[in-house]
């Protein structure tokens, strides 16, 4: 989270696009929140002015100026991984950048292009 908030200039964890928390104690582990790349992403159809477009590979990217903070966005997630900047009113979605791959002090966490085949369909 620290990693994703300093690629973004910030210190803290408070502007991170990824949440880590914990599962029910140390002996149950820990919660990875981050935004899984869909290939038809629930957020980007429910937004009113096209302010989510899909991202090639899965997932979206926020047009900032096209976005009016109806957090209809963040609703729709399924996995809650649309985490919210208060101060610009705009959801924070990861860009899957890689930073918090790289810096996990556990490597606990990957990035890894998915890729989707189509069924052959037999006559």
């Not at 937004?47 to 957090?71: F, M, S």
């Not at 729709?76 to 790289?102: E, Q, R, Y």
Request: aromatic letters at 4%; glycine letters at 12%; a neutral charge.
């Amino acid at each position: 989270m620290f990693a994703c908030a300093r690629w973004q200039g910030e210190g803290g964890v408070e502007r991170s696009r990824i949440g880590v928390h914990s599962a029910g104690g140390m002996e149950h582990g820990f919660v990875v929140v981050v935004c899984r790349g869909c290939e038809d992403p629930p957020c980007a159809r429910v937004c009113p002015t096209d302010a989510l477009k899909r991202r090639k590979g899965g997932g979206v990217l926020l047009k900032e100026a096209l976005c009016i903070g109806c957090r209809n966005c963040q609703e729709a997630c399924t996995l809650g991984a649309i985490f919210w900047d208060d101060s610009a009113g705009k959801p924070m979605i990861c860009v899957h950048c890689g930073t918090c791959a790289k810096y996990c002090p556990h490597a606990v966490l990957d990035l890894e292009e998915s890729v989707v085949q189509e069924a052959a369909h037999a006559c």
